[in-house]
């Protein structure tokens, strides 16, 4: 194919989602070479690859695909026509060994009997291709031993034998060490030099010199400038990511701060986060942000026990306590609101009254058993105060919209009366009224003595609603400053920063 016809190209994309939009967008990527994507956290990147690699279809425009117009229908028909996402969760099968996952698709057939795989073959063609690669791992090992990065070098490993004309690469660096991301900008670069087009989603601005030849800056589901990687420099990137904050639209309420009731020091969870230290004060909202792969969610399940530390210490209100579990967590006063309500949030086959009282139990025990009159008056008061619709105790919460599970699982915690609440990613996916609501509710709870670590992805909100602001990059605290003095443009420095 010449190079000078785009293998792919975008005419002005449109998608509407509940609460994100894709507007006009106009990109276009040829056979060998490398279109860096860049943008803030939700500003579209992933949602746009996601399009490109047939996981919705677009409710506008064009795609031109090899020259024809094209609809991938699903991932399956995307991948069967060349198109490969190599997604920033690595979608990968636990169970199976090494070899299987970066062969899986092409795995070659015992005898040639259908469902009967050549082991002893696919793991020699691992052991070669990974000696070629310079990739130290065990093609025999189970997928499900190993960690975030060895994985992002396996799912580099199967796209380089995946035989795509174009493959997405999201994030592939997040958590890679330096030795690690030479080994993933070698198979780039050989991927380069087969023909294959690539988009390469980034925050690491120096990996933009380093493997890309242009660079397209996305903003709110927009596409701000395409430009040749050598015209461009990391201060206007970030200019040109950061746009114009909003805070008017938060009701974010000034007021004194006490003492301090949580002291951080020193916390490690190799390879990740790494000598993470701050402080929380009482009546306080600290708002923590950085680019995926820094360590937001990571820090949010060590702090309420889901995951055991490597190193550091945490104390409560000036005495040391242990973490390693939930129920220790809570019993020290920390009430952890997950990022994936979905996954780790809420019962959706139970009713409202189940949900809500789930996490409290202990607070309605009269003489053995559950005070059902005060649980269901309770849970009412509840519904009131967060205006959850329709608010029936018996509603099972599969039948709410997104805004209102969020409500209810908020509502739990409170309940739960808790001295310090991490909320992370609390009004992710959530219409806008649903988001005040949340927020009047966070006002509420500091002015009433408690402290809150808000996680947040977006900048705009962690500025609207934060009293000190803490940024992460590389699993390490890269900046910390006070409401007043941060701005988005100089938060994204930091988030962007080289270790």
């Given at each position: 194919?010449?190079?000078?016809r785009?293998?792919?190209?975008?005419?002005?994309?449109?998608?509407?989602?509940?609460?994100?939009?894709?507007?006009?967008?106009?990109?276009?990527?040829?056979?060998?070479e490398?279109?860096?994507?860049?943008?803030?956290?939700?500003?579209?990147?992933?949602?746009?690859?996601?399009?490109?690699?047939?996981?919705?279809?677009?409710?506008?425009g064009?795609?031109?695909?090899?020259?024809?117009?094209?609809?991938?229908?699903?991932?399956?028909?995307?991948?069967?026509?060349?198109?490969?996402y190599?997604?920033?969760?690595?979608?990968?099968?636990?169970?199976?060994?090494?070899?299987?996952?970066?062969?899986?698709?092409?795995?070659?057939?015992?005898?040639?009997?259908?469902?009967?795989?050549?082991?002893?073959?696919?793991?020699?063609?691992?052991?070669?291709?990974?000696?070629?690669?310079?990739?130290?791992?065990?093609?025999?090992?189970?997928?499900?031993?190993?960690?975030?990065?060895?994985?992002?070098?396996?799912?580099?490993?199967?796209?380089y034998?995946?035989?795509?004309?174009?493959?997405?690469?999201?994030?592939?660096s997040?958590?890679?060490?330096?030795?690690?991301?030479?080994i993933?900008?070698?198979?780039?670069?050989?991927?380069k030099?087969?023909?294959?087009?690539?988009f390469?989603?980034?925050?690491?601005?120096?990996?933009?010199n380093?493997?890309?030849d242009?660079?397209?800056?996305?903003?709110?589901?927009?596409?701000?400038?395409?430009?040749a990687c050598?015209?461009?420099?990391?201060?206007?990137?970030?200019?040109?990511?950061?746009?114009?904050?909003?805070?008017?639209?938060?009701?974010?309420?000034?007021?004194?701060?006490?003492?301090v009731?949580?002291?951080?020091?020193?916390?490690?969870?190799?390879?990740?986060?790494?000598?993470?230290?701050?402080?929380?004060?009482?009546?306080?909202?600290?708002?923590?942000?950085g680019?995926?792969?820094?360590?937001?969610?990571?820090?949010?399940?060590?702090?309420?026990?889901?995951?055991?530390?490597?190193?550091?210490r945490?104390?409560?209100?000036?005495?040391?306590?242990?973490?390693?579990?939930?129920?220790?967590?809570?019993?020290?006063?920390?009430?952890?609101?997950?990022?994936?309500?979905?996954?780790?949030?809420?019962?959706?086959?139970?009713?409202?009254?189940?949900?809500?009282?789930?996490?409290?139990l202990?607070?309605?025990?009269?003489?053995?058993?559950l005070?059902?009159?005060?649980?269901?008056?309770?849970?009412?008061?509840?519904?009131?105060?967060?205006?959850?619709?329709?608010?029936?105790?018996?509603?099972?919460?599969?039948?709410?919209?997104?805004?209102?599970?969020?409500?209810?699982?908020?509502?739990?915690?409170?309940m739960?009366?808790?001295?310090?609440?991490?909320?992370?990613?609390?009004?992710?996916?959530?219409?806008?009224?649903?988001?005040?609501?949340?927020?009047?509710?966070?006002?509420?709870?500091?002015?009433?003595?408690?402290?809150?670590?808000?996680?947040?992805?977006?900048i705009?909100?962690?500025?609207?609603?934060?009293?000190?602001?803490?940024?992460?990059?590389?699993?390490?605290?890269?900046?910390?400053?006070?409401?007043?003095?941060?701005?988005?443009?100089?938060?994204?420095?930091?988030a962007?920063?080289?270790?």
């Amino acid at each position: 194919m010449s190079r000078t016809r785009p293998l792919i190209e975008l005419k002005n994309i449109r998608k509407a989602f509940e609460d994100f939009r894709l507007e006009e967008v106009d990109i276009d990527l040829r056979a060998g070479e490398v279109h860096v994507i860049v943008g803030e956290n939700g500003s579209g990147k992933s949602t746009l690859m996601k399009l490109i690699a047939g996981w919705f279809p677009a409710d506008g425009g064009a795609v031109l695909y090899k020259g024809e117009p094209v609809r991938f229908r699903s991932i399956n028909d995307a991948q069967a026509k060349g198109v490969v996402y190599l997604h920033q969760d690595v979608q990968s099968f636990e169970n199976l060994s090494v070899a299987e996952n970066v062969y899986f698709g092409r795995l070659p057939r015992l005898w040639g009997l259908p469902g009967l795989v050549d082991l002893e073959c696919v793991q020699a063609d691992c052991r070669s291709l990974f000696a070629d690669l310079g990739i130290g791992i065990d093609p025999a090992l189970r997928l499900g031993g190993l960690g975030y990065a060895e994985r992002q070098l396996v799912a580099a490993a199967h796209g380089y034998v995946s035989g795509a004309d174009l493959l997405i690469f999201d994030e592939p660096s997040s958590a890679m060490t330096e030795p690690d991301r030479a080994i993933l900008f070698d198979i780039v670069a050989r991927l380069k030099g087969r023909g294959v087009g690539i988009f390469y989603i980034s925050h690491r601005m120096d990996e933009i010199n380093r493997v890309g030849d242009r660079v397209t800056v996305m903003h709110q589901g927009r596409i701000r400038a395409t430009e040749a990687c050598r015209d461009v420099d990391r201060d206007s990137l970030v200019r040109m990511m950061a746009g114009e904050a909003n805070r008017n639209r938060y009701p974010r309420l000034s007021g004194r701060r006490g003492p301090v009731t949580m002291r951080v020091t020193d916390l490690s969870l190799e390879p990740i986060l790494k000598g993470v230290t701050f402080t929380l004060r009482r009546g306080e909202i600290l708002g923590i942000t950085g680019l995926m792969g820094s360590g937001r969610t990571l820090l949010a399940n060590c702090l309420f026990g889901g995951v055991r530390l490597h190193g550091g210490r945490v104390e409560i209100d000036g005495r040391s306590v242990s973490l390693g579990h939930p129920g220790e967590a809570m019993a020290c006063g920390i009430s952890l609101i997950p990022e994936d309500r979905a996954v780790n949030g809420i019962f959706p086959r139970h009713d409202l009254l189940q949900n809500m009282t789930t996490a409290t139990l202990r607070r309605f025990r009269r003489g053995g058993v559950l005070d059902d009159l005060f649980m269901r008056e309770l849970t009412s008061d509840y519904v009131r105060e967060m205006s959850i619709q329709p608010g029936a105790n018996e509603d099972i919460l599969n039948t709410y919209s997104g805004g209102n599970q969020q409500k209810v699982m908020v509502s739990r915690w409170l309940m739960n009366r808790s001295k310090i609440y991490i909320m992370d990613e609390p009004t992710r996916g959530i219409d806008a009224a649903s988001k005040v609501d949340i927020y009047n509710t966070m006002n509420d709870m500091v002015d009433k003595g408690a402290s809150i670590v808000l996680i947040s992805s977006e900048i705009e909100e962690i500025l609207g609603m934060s009293d000190r602001i803490l940024v992460l990059a590389g699993g390490r605290i890269a900046a910390e400053m006070s409401g007043e003095e941060a701005s988005k443009e100089r938060i994204l420095e930091y988030a962007t920063a080289e270790e």
